[in-house]
Structure formats: structure tokens, C-alpha cells
């Protein structure tokens, strides 16, 4: 069994999922499970439609008419749906309608999961109805009734045991049910549900972890990842015309990439795959028969060539106790639970005796409450705007040629990675 996953981009119009059944269609022999997100930037629009829903704001029924239409728009244009898939997408818009008519509560996050979900349930039932439509044989399954989490809304942790039993049922189910000699499962990326049956979301971007978790879970053989680029690149290729396609690499690598800043893939989703030796491979749905980039236990190749990872757009703060008295145990700990409370993440940190220094995502709103946390007790001065630039297996000469322009704030170095905060010069 292969699993895999469709984001927003290949389902983003009708001939964007006229393009995933036909690359469905080079798999006809094979048993599928399919994570799909939401359509376009579908998630984007409901995470407006949450805030002017707790907000009550004016705006809210322009909005979820909007989605509506977007949605309904594409499905006219594909056209042959099954009625039985029709009849599920109808009930979404129904159900999202009703939620939204009933009061919010006191927990964002809560109302968030169980409003910005309906993005995923709407489009795995308008793929899966078009699939159907075209004859193939498929069960479209809700994320809701088969990934077991917390309750930690937006951020939710699988709870994996319970996880395991619920898709090893689903998918027995739809083998014993299958008639054309193999399985297609459609499902949401992204969603999940507590034990009390609320839905739960797994964070942004998460539809790459849900993939992860459904072929740790069921023993799949491979993940592929279908985007629109061609794989795996060695460089963002709006900052590097020369980028070039990492054919293969190690999962280490690969989380590695992931976690400096590289956006292809999402860094939860390589550990269970590492677990359990399973293939990742990033492709384009563009040209589907094309290699990609395969991500698997050998690092015979990681070295081969320097990767850039870059980060716009960032801060970077220091700290100076204003008494004078050194960085310490219990001055970080008190920072780092600002940091905490304020959700910063902090991308690279340094101290010294007096310093200590974070590089950090830019949110003007976020620094004034930090400033205005810590100021009592610390000085603080900031650097804006900057880069982070990662290098991984670096040489002199690409830092060099990377540095033309640029004031260089910090630089961090080990045996393979560089770290550069970067200011115009
Ligand atoms: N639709 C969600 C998002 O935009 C999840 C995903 O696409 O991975 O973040
Ligand atoms: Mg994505």
C-alpha cells in the first residue's frame, strides 16, 4: 500500500483535481491511501472566518459565502461528481453554516479546530465524488473518526496506540468492501479528534504528518508527497536561479532541512517514517513520471552538494540584565518563558556574559509584549529586518559569494552547518 498526499496547491481549481485523478491513474494497480488538504488557500480564508466569528464582526457571511461559492464554482466545473458525494459536500456546507450560527466559546483554539476542519472534510468529499464519478472505486474516510489526539486544539499530539486500532479497522473495512481488486481511501491531512469526539487540528501545514501517520500506522510502503515543484531542491529557487533537485537523501537530512527552514515538507512527518524504514518521496504532480527527490535511510549522498535554507523577515533580539549580573540558569529560564507564553520560536540564540541574543520570526505586536515583559529587568535591543541564512555542508566560497551586500550580525558554525543572521550592508 502507497499513501499519498495532495496539498492545497494540486486541488486549488477543476483542472488542478482533473490533474490528481490523472495521476491516480498511473497507480490503477495499486492500493491508495490519499491525504488531501484544503482547496487553494482555503485554510487561510477560514481562519478569517474564525476571528470575525469570535469577534462577531460584520464581514463573517461574505466570507463564508465566498468559500461557498469558490468551492461550488469547481465543483460545476468538473462536472460528472456522484451523488452520493454531492450529498456529503452539501451537508459540510450545512454543517459549517450551523456551527457558525451557533455562539462561540471562551477557548479560540477549540471554536479554530472545529470551523478551519470543514476546508478538508469539503474537499476530500468533492475529490472523492469525482473520483467516484469517473468510475473509481473509492471510500472517502473522516480524519475525525480515525486520528486520535489530545486536546491540545491546533496543535493537537496523536495519541498513536488508539490511532493504529482506528486505521487498521477503517482500512480492513475497505478491503473486505473493495471490488476492484484493490483500496482507494481518501482522507483529510491535517484534522484530527479528541476522545470526547472533538475535532482537533495537528498545525499548520500538518497534512504531510498526517500522511506520515497513516503509513506508520498501517504499514504503507512509501509515502509520496505531490507538489508543484519538482522535488526537493538544494535552494529556494526565488532566491537561487541555479537551484538543483536533491536526488536522494538521508532522513536526517531531511529533518534537518526541515527543521533550518526548508518549507517542502513538514519536520513531523519524517520521524515515524524513519521508524519504521518507510520511503518518502517528493514529486511533481506537474510531471508525474518524473524521479523526484527520495528520502530514505542511506546518507551516501547528503554531502554531495551545499543546501540554502533562508529565512526572511526576522529579529534579532538581545538581552542585557540591567544589573549588571551575568547570564545565568535563572535569567534564561525566566526569558525562555516569555518566549513561551508569546509562542516564540526561537530559529537561532547565542549568549555571553551579559547577552543573550535570539533570531526570531518578525512580529512587531510580539516584540513590544516581549520588550514590555522583560524591560524591568533587562535591557533590550533588537535588529530589524533580518535574515537567517542555514547552510548545510557549506565551503568558503558559497558563504562568500552569499555575503556580497550583507553585514553579518552572528555566524555559527559546525562541522556541517553555518548559520548567518544577515543585515543589508
Ligand atoms: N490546510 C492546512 C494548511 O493550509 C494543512 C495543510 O495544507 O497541510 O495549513
Ligand atoms: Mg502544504
Known amino acids: 500500500m502507497k499513501v499519498f498526499k495532495f496539498g492545497g496547491a494540486s486541488v486549488k481549481d477543476a483542472s488542478a483535481v482533473q490533474n490528481v485523478a490523472h495521476v491516480l491513474g498511473l497507480y490503477s494497480g495499486d492500493s491508495l491511501a490519499i491525504v488531501v488538504s484544503a482547496m487553494g488557500k482555503t485554510t487561510n480564508a477560514l481562519e478569517e472566518v474564525v476571528a470575525d466569528y469570535v469577534q462577531g464582526a460584520p464581514g463573517l457571511s461574505a466570507k463564508i459565502d465566498a468559500i461557498e461559492k469558490y468551492h461550488r464554482d469547481i465543483i460545476k466545473e468538473l462536472g460528472q461528481l456522484s451523488a452520493e458525494g454531492i450529498e456529503r459536500v452539501e451537508g459540510f456546507f450545512a454543517a459549517l453554516r450551523q456551527r ?84 482507494v481511501m481518501i482522507t483529510q491531512g491535517f484534522i484530527g479528534h479528541t476522545d470526547e469526539r472533538n475535532a482537533t487540528t495537528l498545525g499548520r501545514e500538518g497534512s504531510d504528518f498526517t500522511a506520515a501517520i497513516l503509513a506508520y500506522c498501517l504499514g504503507g510502503e512509501s509515502v509520496t508527497i505531490w507538489k508543484d515543484v519538482p522535488g526537493m531542491l538544494n535552494a529556494d529557487p526565488k532566491y537561487f536561479s541555479d537551484a538543483v533537485i536533491l536526488r536522494h537523501i538521508s532522513y536526517r537530512e531531511a529533518i534537518e532541512l526541515a527543521y533550518f527552514g526548508a518549507t517542502v515538507i513538514h519536520p513531523k512527518t519524517i520521524k515515524p517514517l524513519q521508524n519504521k524504514g518507510i520511503s518518502l518521496y517528493v514529486k511533481s504532480f506537474v510531471n508525474p513520471n518524473e524521479k523526484g527527490t527520495e528520502i530514505a535511510g542511506s546518507t551516501f549522498s547528503d554531502s554531495l552538494m551545499p543546501s540554502y535554507i533562508f529565512k526572511v523577515n526576522q529579529v534579532f533580539i538581545s538581552f542585557s540584565p540591567r544589573d549588571f549580573s551575568f547570564i545565568a540558569e535563572e535569567n534564561l529560564g525566566e526569558l525562555f518563558h516569555y518566549f513561551a507564553d508569546l509562542h516564540i520560536k526561537i530559529h537561532l540564540m547565542q549568549n555571553s556574559a551579559l547577552n543573550f541574543s535570539i533570531c526570531t520570526d518578525f512580529d512587531e505586536e510580539k516584540l513590544n509584549r516581549l520588550i514590555l515583559l522583560c524591560k524591568e529587568k533587562y535591557e533590550v535591543h533588537y535588529n530589524v529586518p533580518c535574515e537567517l541564512v542555514t547552510i548545510r555542508h557549506y565551503d568558503q566560497e558559497t558563504i562568500s559569494r552569499l555575503l556580497i551586500g550583507k553585514k553579518v550580525i552572528v555566524e555559527q558554525k559546525s562541522r556541517r552547518t553555518a548559520r548567518m543572521v544577515l543585515m543589508e550592508a
Open 100 to 183: 457558525l450560527a451557533q455562539p462561540h466559546s471562551d477557548n479560540y483554539d477549540y471554536d479554530y479546530d472545529q470551523i478551519v476542519c470543514f476546508g478538508e472534510l469539503i474537499s476530500t468529499a468533492i475529490v472523492s465524488a469525482y473520483l467516484s464519478g469517473r468510475g473509481v472505486e473509492n471510500v472517502w474516510a473522516d480524519a475525525r473518526n480515525l486520528i486520535r489526539t489530545d486536546n491540545t486544539y491546533r496543535e493537537a499530539h496523536i495519541k498513536w496506540e488508539k490511532t493504529e486500532q482506528l486505521l487498521a479497522k477503517a482500512w480492513q473495512s475497505a478491503v473486505e468492501h473493495a471490488t476492484q481488486g484493490r483500496v
